[in-house]
């Protein structure tokens, strides 16, 4: 008997120390480092296309460039990490369910700063201010918010512009919610809404041709934050803080803002 127990404690000691060495290949990050789904990666994940803070970009190392990214992208090199990037409905960013489900590290997605999603995920420092706006058609029936009585008009779900059309518009006006700006733009082009209320350089972006034009904007005092999961991400939220303080220092911020808002 005692030979059989010897037996199997030797057996049952080798399948420990097997599952030991399996373990070990998961890398575990070191006291101070950032915890991240991927050693070496930081993911991002992002609502596209939305100008100018992230759009599709073939020639990007991503697939994706922007405002955003341009800046996301500089932090990361602060941190000596490849940045991934995945595309994923902001409904889901906001709320912290994409962070929560460990679909990345962070979000990156013009996403203001406000206490309702603070309960559920914690921000950097502001990284842009924002304002929303109303843009329709250029020399049409709708001049100001007034004139939406009666008529559709396009929000995106979820975004701070939804919530301050649901507060501010008369109470005759419908609102029309669509998942991002390809489908509100897409809208407005067919005639399905007579404007668009949100973030006022989105909006800025459409008014290239000539064709819409922005015919109010509202200074609602919103600032844009990084975000990422509320608890486990403390180092990392400290390291994206310290790098995005660096851009700022060495004038590196104002040379990518100049780029993307310099006729803003």
Request: aromatic content about 8%; overall charge negative.
């Amino acid at each position: 008997m005692k030979s059989q127990a010897l037996k199997t404690l030797s057996v049952a000691t080798a399948l420990a120390l097997s599952l030991s060495a399996c373990g070990s290949d998961e890398p575990e990050a070191a006291e101070g480092e950032p915890e991240l789904g991927s050693a070496g990666q930081l993911t991002v994940c992002t609502d596209a296309p939305y100008k100018p803070f992230e759009y599709p970009d073939d020639s990007s190392p991503t697939g994706y460039t922007g405002f955003d990214m341009e800046i996301v992208d500089a932090i990361a090199a602060g941190m000596d990490l490849e940045v991934v990037v995945k595309d994923a409905g902001f409904d889901g960013l906001q709320s912290g369910a994409s962070l929560a489900a460990g679909q990345c590290d962070m979000v990156a997605s013009a996403m203001t700063i406000t206490e309702e999603r603070e309960e559920n995920l914690d921000f950097s420092e502001p990284y842009y201010d924002s304002k929303q706006s109303l843009l329709a058609e250029a020399g049409g029936d709708v001049a100001s918010i007034e004139d939406l009585d009666g008529q559709k008009v396009g929000v995106q779900q979820g975004t701070t512009g939804a919530q301050y059309a649901q507060d501010n518009v008369p109470e005759g006006a419908e609102l029309v919610s669509f998942p991002s700006d390809a489908e509100l733009y897409a809208a407005l082009n067919s005639g399905g809404v007579a404007a668009v209320l949100q973030d006022l350089p989105v909006n800025l972006d459409h008014t290239d041709d000539g064709a819409y034009e922005i015919v109010e904007e509202y200074d609602t005092d919103e600032s844009y934050g990084f975000a990422v999961k509320e608890e486990g991400s403390e180092d990392l939220l400290a390291a994206i803080n310290e790098n995005l303080q660096e851009l700022r220092d060495s004038g590196e911020y104002d040379t990518i803002y100049e780029k993307y808002f310099s006729d803003s």
